[in-house]
């Protein structure tokens, strides 16, 4: 099983974009997921993350600007939505467990800002 991002693509700075992620099987509320991304020639980063009992962090370079989120229903989507969007967000982003559970990598889906 994989967990499988959606939603990226281009954007001009300044604008938003909404992730979403899906893996059947999984209930979202009982684990800590994450976002993450990673850029070209950079290591993979985690940008945001929401505890079972719904607590989320941010690194500083996106807070105030990304919120995490899970699907009130179901519990199988996990949402992230982008705001003010600037160049340096370019990358592909994924979703997984906080920590990172290697077997869960998906394909990510790739969000590219441009100036």
């Known amino acids: 099983v994989q967990l499988q991002a959606s939603g990226g693509g281009l954007v001009q700075a300044g604008g938003s974009l909404r992730l979403s992620c899906a893996a059947s099987g999984i209930i979202f509320r009982l684990y800590t997921m994450g976002w993450y991304r990673q850029a070209p020639g950079k290591q993979r980063e985690l940008v945001a993350q929401?505890?079972?009992?719904?607590?989320?962090?941010y690194p500083d370079s996106v807070r105030g600007r990304f919120t995490i989120s899970r699907d009130n229903a179901e519990n199988t989507v996990l949402y992230l939505q982008m705001n003010s969007l600037r160049p340096e967000d370019t990358a592909v982003y994924y979703c997984n467990f906080v920590p990172p559970d290697s077997t869960y990598w998906g394909q990510g889906t790739q969000v590219t800002v441009s100036s």
């Open positions: 929401v505890t079972s009992t719904g607590r989320t962090n």
